[in-house]
């Protein structure tokens, strides 16, 4: 019996559209356990550090570049960057720079990166009307709720199609978010969804090019620009998920799609989120983990090691294989750069994923003693490794659930830390302290604007 | 031996996104033949037609509402709408009126439309700078050589799982034309056309609903901004249509992806362009062709026909099987509806697919008494219509090639005559004539620009 039909033993295809944007547009947030407004802070605080960190990427420069070209109003904040764009052009940059450190969070079962394409776009939302930190955060919740499952439906099998998961569904809780604050009805948000179904694409042959995160500032607009379709009367499909020939058939043959639906309202996907202590692939975090703690509890020196051996995940030698990277971004989906950083520095933040580290000799040289095994049994937050040294010693490491999983979870503290690490580059320590007090406090702000507001870049 | 597989024989897979892109970026419009230029100015010609006839329909007032909301900028013209946009809102807005009507051209081979993507880019591009009409006429040309050869891998098995053709590669047309006239390098525009193809989507599902159209305005949209970003500098794969999990790949297994660059520079696919007589799917012409020259010849009064059977081409169930449309979008994907509407008025225009005439109880009678039946003999555009009168009499007629194929093409004559039914309704006749004489002398034309200017509505 495959996962979930027990669950879905009662539930009919027929209508899950509707029933899913029913959900969305009847929740009330005075329903919400403080638990899950906690969560979806945490989801806040860390897209906030991760976009400013992503801010000064190139590949925001030319993103401003063509939408100045095109001719844009200046209506929505561009993140730490001192400047405005229309509203779309504002989520799209902001999608872009909120993934482009690989840094932002992820929800292991759909291999979906939540906030990325939601938070930009209710952003976005929040400079044409008024919304309330509470509402926001509703509707966050309510947007991770319905992208995710929606991706839980295709993954694995779409991923390994080729396609890129938050590129393909990321849209879907933009749409949500955004319809819901939008006070679309139920008939209205299904109709928003049709759009961005019929919006969705992007894939991972991307990987490593700046459209990979071009594929997240996608979703971010297209959801967004749904929702405003759809409350202008603009029309489109109110059952593509589930007719004969709409997303899920056309996308993903093999699933369940009924899985959509199943037991929608007895919980929180949020509740599930994991954040990045590092910023590359979710499914290399374990094998980092096991680097870094070797390396710190028993002292190593780079120089040292002989050879060091990882027991893998299978889907990772599929998403960062990639032997000999040659820039920053390549290196996020190198498993061997990634160890020989945790190795050499000690750490996988965006210091190492710069063109220089990637290139850097002390590097390359211990990647060239890096192997990997697949373990079909194991996990993908798993993984074990081996180090050798000069001396003979051999040493080892085995992480069952790795750093910023729900079940080996990052502190309220280490978020922060992690944030600062980003935000104090852009805003100044005293920005970004001011910044951080009021996404924690975001419940109780009466205008979200406000908190997009504290972006700007000091000086 | 599958087809193309003899041209085939001598062509690796090997960088045949670089082969296209320097195919466009090597080409020089002194090599193009006259009968060239004129079958591209016949494309010009009946694409003003159309998106003139679709300037007025509500969907535009929707996508209008929708850009002031966001924020927009008048750089580029509206068409027929006597007012401007930013150049990517611009380039959306034109696509969709461009195909509204279902009136807009077709390539049969790969059953894509290649105006509608690729004029609004062009237009679009015309007012960001300055391009003579003959270099718009030849990065048409080039525009539509590349999406339709792109189109031709992925056609059937594309379509048969629930992908609209032109929303999927349409854009490839509209990045190469603009790629063009931008003189990107062949490195940029294979990266441009990789950009296009990681924002490819559009679903089937849609057809019927306004979201249909929106795909064409997003292809011409996503074509412009690719060339514009890899202008920029913005990155992408280099090879996207080969790669292991590149377009082809994860959108087609089945296709022999080296189609794509058999023959290049033999021929000009533009010579095989298709024109629409009526504005409904093509599938249906030959029948309503086989119904009208019956009608017509035979003088029959609809209400003394019993029955009609029509013998089609296996497609025809498949994407106009809907028995009882309601609204006159949805008229299109009915060859019931065709049928009747070609018994009743001699005629499938634009007329024949609004809301109150798919809905005419004279209609809605005829409509019942029509059946088909698929012939998996039959070509896309041949069919055979039997109807039985009243008095017993039995009428047939079998139609090799419907009017506007390559084998029994409209003439400039009959095309210009489809032009004024929609121009003039938008600009009155001496505009209507003004812009047609501009159309059919737009080789001698020192900017592009001076006929979208031409396009702004009478009083």
Chains 1, 2 share one sequence.
């Not at 029309?235 to 004969?244: D, I, N, Q, R, Y």
């Amino acid at each position: 019996m495959k996962r979930n039909d027990r669950n879905n033993a009662s539930i009919g295809k027929k209508g899950i559209t509707k029933r899913l944007a029913q959900y969305v547009t009847g929740f009330d947030h005075g329903d919400m356990p403080s638990e899950v407004f906690h969560a979806a802070k945490r989801c806040l605080l860390d897209w906030l550090g991760v976009a400013l960190g992503g801010s000064s990427h190139r590949g925001v420069d030319y993103l401003l570049h063509v939408a100045e070209e095109v001719g844009t109003e200046s209506k929505a904040i561009i993140i730490g960057r001192g400047r405005k764009a229309d509203i779309l052009h504002a989520a799209l940059i902001n999608g872009y720079m909120s993934h482009v450190l690989d840094y932002d969070d992820t929800h292991l079962e759909s291999f979906v990166h939540p906030s990325a394409p939601v938070w930009p776009a209710i952003a976005s939302l929040s400079a044409m009307m008024k919304i309330s930190g509470k509402d926001a955060l509703s509707a966050f919740v309510l947007g991770y709720e319905v992208e995710n499952r929606i991706g839980r439906v295709l993954f694995p099998h779409h991923d390994e199609r080729g396609w890129h998961m938050t590129a393909m569904v990321g849209g879907f809780g933009a749409a949500a978010a955004t319809g819901k604050l939008l006070r679309l009805d139920a008939g209205q948000l299904s109709q928003a969804l049709g759009i961005v179904a019929t919006y969705s694409s992007g894939l991972r042959e991307m990987f490593g090019t700046m459209s990979k995160s071009l594929h997240i500032g996608k979703a971010a607009m297209s959801g967004l620009y749904a929702s405003l379709l759809a409350r202008s009367g603009f029309t489109s499909s109110e059952k593509v998920l589930e007719a004969p020939r709409g997303f899920f058939a056309v996308n993903a043959d093999e699933c369940d799609s009924r899985t959509v639906v199943a037991r929608l309202g007895d919980g929180f996907e949020v509740l599930q989120n994991s954040f990045k202590p590092y910023s590359c692939g979710v499914v290399t975090h374990p094998i980092i983990d096991a680097v870094v703690n070797l390396r710190n509890r028993e002292g190593i020196e780079s120089q040292d090691v002989v050879a060091i051996e990882a027991e893998v995940h299978t889907m990772v030698p599929d998403v960062t294989g990639k032997k000999s990277p040659t820039t920053g971004l390549d290196g996020k989906f190198s498993i061997y750069h990634c160890i020989a950083a945790a190795l050499v520095d000690g750490a996988c933040g965006p210091d190492q994923f710069s063109d220089e580290r990637v290139n850097h000799p002390d590097i390359i040289s211990i990647r060239k003693r890096a192997s990997i095994r697949v373990n079909p049994g194991f996990r993908k937050h798993e993984a074990r490794v081996r180090i050798t040294l000069g001396s003979g010693r051999r040493l080892e490491e085995h992480i069952p659930f790795a750093r910023g999983t729900p079940q080996n979870p990052l502190t309220d503290e280490k978020l922060t830390e992690k944030y600062h690490s980003m935000a104090e580059s852009v805003l100044g320590s005293k920005g970004a302290q001011e910044l951080a007090e009021e996404a924690w406090a975001i419940d109780e702000v009466d205008d979200f604007q406000g908190i997009i507001g504290l972006t700007l870049p000091s000086q």
